[in-house]
């Protein structure tokens, strides 16, 4: 069954019904949205949008955090893993999400310290607040050059 979505940045979509991601607690400031859709950024880009199923202009850019990343990683509390139906890494997407300070693309950050994770065969996510640890709110995707 499809779904059309309103959306403020691609205008009406559809979607698959199966495809709609549902964060049973919402995400942190946004505890009443809880059903999202992934729309991709371009064929060949490493962003997708988290677009909110009820909100036109809600959507977040995300990314999967291992382009940027390579040595990302953290312990899934066991609680939440069961509650997300997770058995294993492989049963899961991770993202992070993008900030774009000022609109400047070279200053991008990501948000390694709350990652969205996503149980692949149910569409079952959350954000995961981690303890702060090496992990903040600000991973720039781009380090600054040094001036010369």
Do not use: C, W
Not at 89 to 102: F, K, V, W
Not at 134 to 142: E, V
Request: no cysteine; charged share 25%.
């Amino acid at each position: 069954m499809m779904k059309k979505i309103n959306t403020v940045r691609f205008g009406e979509i559809e979607i698959p019904e199966e495809k709609i991601i549902h964060f049973a607690d919402g995400m942190p400031a946004f505890e009443g949205e809880h059903d999202y859709v992934i729309v991709p950024f371009d064929e060949s880009s490493p962003y997708v949008f988290l677009q909110s199923v009820k909100t036109p202009e809600l959507a977040f850019l995300i990314t999967m955090p291992f382009v940027f990343f390579p040595d990302y990683e953290f312990q899934l509390e066991d609680d939440i893993a069961e509650k997300m139906g997770l058995k294993s890494p492989d049963d899961m997407l991770i993202y992070t999400l993008i900030t774009i300070p000022d609109g400047n693309i070279k200053e991008m950050t990501a948000n390694l310290m709350a990652p969205v994770v996503i149980n692949k065969a149910t569409n079952q996510a959350r954000q995961i607040v981690l303890d702060r640890g090496k992990y903040t709110t600000k991973h720039r995707l781009f380090p600054a050059k040094e001036d010369m």
